[in-house]
């Protein structure tokens, strides 16, 4: 059974900093990761999407890469700004074509 | 283009009684994936349907049943409502060219679902 595992559950940081979001499965038998935004009570926003045969994307402040064999991902975003406060949602899909997730980070920036 | 939309944005039920929720997929989409998102948890996958079949299903009972219509737009039924019941549902839409939906999925806004 996949599980996917995102650590920590919280992170503030000011402003302006680099920072990292890290996630982890277990089974490396995946098709694609995403990388989604989930903002208080809203839906989800997808920011990146990986393919199992590719190592990172990009796209403007936010870089994905994937590591398939040892089952992380990491989700870079450069120079933080308070608007990018929200939930960091990564999720695999499997041979069943079901996306598993993980529980979130909850991301503050403070100004 | 239009994205995924959902109807209604929040419904409150009592125990015991029935719910149907509606999504419409983004334009040229033909397979649906509903998902469940409990309080502080990830979402849970309830069941996909690719061109109107079920095409997987999760860790949910026979009483959360749906539909996919001509047109891919999708029902989410739920008898019998429980109070764990209560959560955010979400569709997700994606573009398939073969059976299995591996592709990126695109989400709705979501139905927030209370049960009294």
């Known amino acids: 059974k996949q599980e996917v595992t995102q650590i920590p559950a919280a992170l503030s940081v000011p402003e302006g900093e680099n920072l990292v979001l890290n996630c982890s499965f277990t089974?490396?038998?995946?098709?694609?990761l995403q990388w989604f935004r989930q903002d208080p009570g809203k839906g989800l926003t997808s920011l990146l999407l990986i393919q199992s045969s590719q190592r990172e994307q990009t796209s403007g402040r936010l870089n994905a890469s994937l590591d398939k064999s040892s089952g992380r991902s990491t989700l870079y975003i450069a120079a933080s700004q308070p608007g990018d406060s929200a939930t960091y949602l990564c999720a695999v899909t499997g041979a069943n074509s079901k996306l598993t997730f993980g529980k979130g980070i909850t991301l503050s920036v403070r100004p | 283009e239009t994205g995924v939309t959902q109807s209604p944005t929040h419904l409150i039920k009592t125990r015991g009684q029935q719910v149907t929720l509606r999504c419409s997929s983004q334009s040229g989409h033909n397979t649906v994936s509903w998902y469940q998102q409990a309080l502080g948890q990830g979402p849970q996958f309830i069941f996909q349907y690719y061109r109107e079949e079920e095409n997987g299903r999760g860790n949910f009972p026979p009483r959360f049943s749906g539909l996919q219509f001509p047109n891919y737009s999708s029902e989410l039924n739920v008898n019998a409502l429980e109070l764990d019941d209560s959560a955010l549902y979400l569709c997700?839409?994606?573009?398939?060219?073969?059976?299995?939906?591996?592709?990126?999925?695109?989400f709705g806004p979501g139905t927030r679902l209370t049960v009294l």
């Open positions: 089974d490396s038998a995946i098709y694609n």
């Open positions: 997700a839409s994606s573009p398939s060219t073969t059976r299995g939906g591996k592709n990126e999925q695109f």
